[in-house]
């Protein structure tokens, strides 16, 4: 079974960044697709970013697009989130997962392991 989690969640000011990590203990998640999610309270949780296998393909939620970028090591053991330019609207608990299919994807039903979420709150 993949364990999954993320560190790296904290307050910071409107316009400021932030680095999300993930990491997996137990197992090897090399040839899987990795993904973030969101989750504020009161809402659904939504897509972020997503990787593929090999760390070339990336897909973004439009929101995100152009302040968020997801990357993972060579040997595919972490994966991290870059947030500049944060917003208020970025608060929320932020969750990583991962995905025993190796393409990206940005469903929720398609990712098999979760991490417990790290809380990122924005100020202004």
């Known amino acids: 079974q993949v364990q999954v989690a993320e560190s790296g969640g904290g307050v910071v000011q409107a316009g400021g960044s932030l680095r999300l990590s993930c990491a997996a203990s137990?197992?090897?998640?090399?040839?899987?697709?990795l993904g973030w999610f969101r989750q504020a309270p009161g809402k659904e949780r939504e897509f972020v970013a997503a990787?593929?296998?090999?760390?070339?393909?990336?897909s973004y939620a439009d929101s995100v697009k152009g302040r968020f970028t997801i990357s993972r090591d060579r040997a595919g053991s972490t994966v991290a989130l870059q947030m500049n330019s944060l917003k208020p609207e970025d608060t929320a608990v932020y969750y990583c997962?991962?995905?025993?299919?190796?393409?990206?994807?940005?469903?929720?039903?398609?990712?098999?392991?979760w991490g417990q979420g790290t809380q990122v709150t924005i100020s202004s």
């Open positions: 997962a991962a995905g025993s299919r190796p393409a990206v994807s940005n469903a929720v039903a398609l990712y098999d392991y």
């Open positions: 137990g197992s090897t998640w090399t040839t899987y697709g």
């Open positions: 990787i593929d296998w090999l760390g070339v393909t990336t």
